[in-house]
């Protein structure tokens, strides 16, 4: 079975602070994608990803940036974080040969105070 | 981009009933369709492929129709554990799996 898994389930940061979001995927998939979710909003995509020290900018990119160093790991940064970046934020990948189905981790429900 | 529009519910139903969910997408260019489900508070799950002849997978039967650029999910014999919001998906050729995610249509079977 694929796996994706996020560093954290909850995390709590303060206005301000740098947060590093981590993604690893065990099935040597091409791409990754970061998004975040909010009601009444859906999923919002933030970066992607479709190969090593690869990103492209998503929809809303504003505020964020990510790191591809190695194939497996997908990082989302908040340089400064603020409150309205408050959300639950879903990592995803996909094989990228052929394929659309994109397998989600568990997510991360960030509070910034 | 975002142009992937589902009726956002909730669909509050009995065990036992049918239920149809809908979808429009604007991109005519769009060439995969999914339907994904999401559990409270959990990860969206792939649920089913949709293609254009038509697909089934025991209770769930999905259909698109190219011309109407119309997607529909039906759900017979409603069970508890269905409870769940339902997300229409499409992809365009060349995007990379860039895929695009309606809002979810939020269903709620009941005892």
């Known amino acids: 079975d694929v796996k994706v898994t996020q560093s954290s389930r909850y995390l709590v940061k303060r206005t301000g602070e740098k947060v590093f979001l981590e993604c690893v995927q065990d099935?040597?998939?091409?791409?990754m994608f970061w998004y975040r979710q909010d009601p009444g909003l859906g999923l919002r995509l933030i970066y992607f990803s479709y190969d090593v020290k690869m990103k492209e900018k998503g929809d809303i990119p504003e505020g964020y940036s990510v790191s591809r160093e190695k194939k497996e790991r997908f990082s989302l940064i908040l340089e400064s974080a603020s409150t309205n970046q408050t959300s639950m934020y879903l990592c995803a990948s996909l094989t990228g040969l052929g394929t659309d189905t994109q397998y989600f981790g568990p997510g991360t429900r960030l509070t910034v105070l | 981009r975002k142009e992937v529009e589902q009726d956002p519910g909730p669909f509050n139903v009995p065990e036992g009933a049918t239920v149809a969910f809908n979808c429009t997408y604007s991109?005519?260019?769009?060439?995969?369709f999914f339907w994904y489900r999401q559990d409270c508070r959990k990860e969206p799950k792939l649920l089913m492929s949709v293609y254009s002849s038509g697909n089934e997978d025991g209770r769930f039967t999905a259909q698109l129709n190219r011309a109407s650029q119309y997607i529909s999910l039906l759900i017979r014999d409603s069970k508890l554990s269905d409870s769940a919001t339902y997300l229409c998906v499409v992809n365009m050729a060349g995007s990379q799996g860039n895929l695009i995610f309606g809002k979810g249509t939020k269903l709620s079977v009941k005892p």
């Open positions: 991109n005519s260019a769009s060439q995969s």
């Open positions: 099935m040597d998939h091409e791409n």
